[in-house]
């Protein structure tokens, strides 16, 4: 594999617009009095593996957030295949939203304890109008591709490790193929084998589908090996 | 205090005598229904002043439930068994698991033994500041109530916090910081043996370092630290020793540098291969259910090397400077 190669993000000058791909261009965004993102510019092209590096507080979550249709964005727009998005959410049409797909850190806080596993990865798909068994027999097959056993599917969060709560939320983030996965700290938590499965799970997928996928980490060794273009984001103004 | 230092070159797992704690033949078995959760069998460990041992396993292995067992935070469901000699500097020794609640809770806990949480938003008050957490803590440990304030500033800027933060409520403060709040909470008394469950998760790699290098230096002052981690790196840079645990059993233990070069079990060789910087390779197969272990080898039916001998458990033996627990390790030949 080669060395990704690294590009600083300055927090100005803006580029062409690319067709192909999902983009935020200029975007800021602030909480309050506090300013988390900046004019930043950020291109993620079908098939590519974007790294984000950044020091915490960086905005590097929210940017992940902005781009995976959750956040409207104070200033600047984000674009899909060059169409600007307007909205978030479920203001959007599912068929844009259901083209993007966060991966969080956290499984626990990412998935209701009152779905079994089966429901967790079918919920995407019940929500944008699929029937009961189709749904089911979809997220059965995308279960079985990250290595979740029938068993582990009739089981709530409760009483499966982190590990196998994670391949849960991998099978609903693929469920609706999407174009872009967005993975925030995605295998921080997780062992070293468990996360070199997932890595390979997303890298097939990629593969397939020519999907892009954005990686947020803090391991070096992860980014190099699994990156192939690293951006880092400036820290938090005033700081 | 005994301050005996010990380098990660000179350490083997058995060592001198005077050990801080010994545990012998510690089992957690939960009772769920109608199944057994087998958390940790026949579990075997010494760690003497100024060690730091790592205990490395996949998430579920039982490694968790090992720190909970030592300090008594087990639910009710909880059977453990066997025994966990502590002998603090000062004080009696004690039988952590034999002892009872009323000496754990008056002696033990915070005292003689700190507990850095895995999660610290929910192991802080939420209604009282850090300052008032941590001056509550010291003066309950004998600092005056004119010195706590200053003790406090000292021990905030130790582990890295500034101590104007010490002044806002546990929700005001990012998980990074929560998590260094929590950890001068545990480090404030300075107990001489510090349970550190996985204590850098959510942390950036700067404050991973940060976290990791304190610990070292608790140990290089004296105290020993079981550092409980799913990170491989973390246990590579401070630890002198590092135990993988499997399916509730350790499976090897040795000195640091000698687990990573030259693994001897076959689960250690499969975890290291799937570093991001090795093979990246994940092993094989998925971990066996701590209610329905095989009753050979809990690793037998995902390793390569397994044969009909694997079907009897293999005992934890003497294996160069460590141990392992395996019927076929790898080539003892680079591990004198």
């Known amino acids: 594999m080669t060395a990704p190669t690294t590009q600083t993000m300055g927090g100005t000058g803006s580029s062409a617009v690319p067709s192909a791909g999902l983009a935020a261009h200029q975007v800021s965004l602030s909480f309050g009095r506090q300013s988390v993102l900046d004019r930043v510019d950020l291109h993620l092209a079908p098939g590519e593996t974007v790294g984000l590096r950044g020091p915490s507080g960086s905005g590097k979550s929210t940017l992940a957030r902005v781009l995976g249709l959750l956040h409207t964005p104070d200033a600047g727009h984000v674009t899909f295949d060059g169409r600007p998005v307007v909205g978030a959410r479920h203001r959007l049409p599912a068929a844009i939203r259901t083209r993007v ?33 189709e749904a089911r027999a979809q997220a059965a097959e995308l279960a079985e591709l990250v290595g979740l056993t029938p068993d582990l599917l009739t089981r709530r969060p409760h009483a499966v490790s982190d590990g196998q709560l994670q391949r849960a939320c991998l ?69 | 205090m005994t301050t005996t230092v010990l380098s990660a ?39 003497h002043p100024g060690e730091l041992l790592a205990v490395v396993g996949e998430s579920g292995c039982g490694k968790s439930v ?30 952590l698991v034999g002892c009872g609640e009323r000496h754990l809770a008056r002696a033990v806990r915070g005292r003689a033994v700190g507990l850095v949480p895995q999660s610290p938003a929910t192991a802080l008050t939420p209604v009282r500041t ?76 700067p404050l991973v370092d940060h976290t990791l290098d304190l610990l070292r230096r608790r140990c290089d002052g004296g105290a020993a630290v079981l550092l409980i981690t799913h990170d491989l790196a973390a246990a590579r840079r401070v630890a002198d020793t590092v135990a993988v645990m499997y399916a509730s059993r350790i499976v090897e233990h040795r000195p640091t540098a000698a687990l990573f070069d030259a693994p001897a079990h076959p689960y250690t060789a499969g975890l290291l291969d799937a570093l991001p910087d090795r093979a990246f390779r994940p092993v094989a ?46 080539s003892t030949g680079a591990r004198a």
């Open chain 2, 66 to 95: 090992l720190a909970h067992a030592l300090l008594g935070l087990l639910p009710g469901n909880a059977v453990v068994t066997g025994r966990a000699h502590l002998r603090p500097p000062t004080g009696d020794p004690v039988d």
């Open chain 2, 130 to 205: 850090g300052r008032r957490l941590l001056e509550e803590t010291l003066r309950a440990h004998g600092h005056t109530r004119r010195d706590a304030p200053v003790v406090a500033d000292r021990i905030a800027a130790d582990v890295g916090l500034d101590p104007n933060d010490l002044d806002r409520y546990p929700h005001e403060l990012s998980g990074g910081m929560a998590q260094r709040l929590a950890t001068a909470l545990a480090l404030a008394p300075d107990p001489p043996l510090l349970l550190a469950d996985e204590p850098t998760t959510g942390l950036d790699r």
């Open chain 1, 171 to 239: 099978a609903r983030a693929l469920v609706h193929r999407p174009a872009y996965l967005l993975c925030d700290e995605a295998t921080a938590m997780l062992d070293a084998s468990t996360q070199a499965h997932l890595a390979g799970v997303i890298t097939d997928y990629q593969r397939q589908h020519h999907a892009a996928v954005l990686l947020i980490t803090h391991d070096p060794a992860l980014m190099t090996r699994w990156a192939t273009r690293v951006v880092d984001l400036p820290p938090p103004a005033g700081s």
């Open chain 1, 101 to 133: 797909a966060i991966l969080f850190q956290s499984p626990r806080a990412a998935t209701d304890p009152r779905l079994s596993l089966a429901d967790i990865v079918a919920e995407p798909l019940r929500a944008t109008g699929t029937g009961k068994d």
């Open chain 2, 285 to 330: 197969g998925h971990p066996p259910m701590l209610t329905d272990l095989p009753a050979g080898c809990a690793f037998a039916p995902r390793c390569d090397r397994a044969t009909d001998t694997c079907h009897t458990p293999p005992a934890l033996g003497r294996d160069g400077a460590g141990r392992v627990a395996c019927h076929h390790p790898t």
């Open chain 2, 9 to 47: 070159t000179t350490v083997t797992v058995d060592g001198p005598q005077h050990a801080l704690l010994k545990v012998e033949g510690l089992s957690v078995r939960f009772r769920l229904g109608d199944a057994t959760v087998h958390a940790v069998t026949d579990l075997h460990l010494t760690l």
